[in-house]
């Protein structure tokens, strides 16, 4: 497993484009990118979807990591679901 040797994204300063308050959520988002990356990049593809002592694979929680952001950032904003993120469900 390769992790780089930069910095965790919090000590690399602000991320452009992106206000005060909201920085730590990137700096999370930007981190665990980093760290998904790096543990995935050589992870066996013969084990994404062993269910270990009966609990979700790997490969499903790699599936849904998107839409699970996304949700997030829309009930953040106070919306709903839109009809897409509902079908993407």
Do not use: C
């Not at 730590?24 to 994404?48: D, I, T, Y």
């Amino acid at each position: 497993m390769r992790y780089s040797v930069q910095p965790e994204y919090w000590l690399r300063g602000s991320v452009n484009q992106v206000p005060a308050l909201l920085q730590p959520a990137a700096h999370g988002l930007l981190q665990m990118r980093a760290e998904v990356n790096a543990v995935m990049s050589e992870f066996p593809e013969n084990k994404l979807w062993v269910k270990p002592l009966g609990v979700a694979a790997p490969g499903f929680h790699l599936q849904h990591i998107r839409g699970v952001i996304d949700r997030l950032f829309t009930y953040a904003l106070g919306e709903s679901l839109s009809d897409a993120q509902l079908d993407y469900l």
